[in-house]
């Protein structure tokens, strides 16, 4: 999964991106400025249940959320 933050401030050069895994396993990853933008990279550790994987930067209201489905 990545997040990209495309407005931050331009002082921010890192921030706190806060993921929530269908099941309800969460848990915090970093942001690094890249070309102006907040960029957090990551591959979850785990094959997922159905339901929603979402990202929240810190600080922010608005969370992004992908619907995982299993179709093993």
Avoid at 11 to 17: D, Q, S
Avoid at 21 to 49: C, K, N, T, W
Wanted: hydrophobic share 40%; aromatic share 8%; net charge positive.
């Amino acid at each position: 999964m990545t997040t990209a933050w495309t407005n931050p401030p331009k002082g921010r050069k890192t921030a706190t991106v806060y993921v929530k895994e269908p099941g309800g396993f969460r848990y915090a990853v970093q942001a690094h400025r890249v070309r102006g933008q907040l960029i957090a990279s990551f591959v979850p550790g785990r094959v997922m249940d159905d339901g929603e994987l979402c990202a929240r930067y810190a600080g922010s209201t608005r969370m992004a959320c992908i619907r995982i489905i299993n179709r093993v």
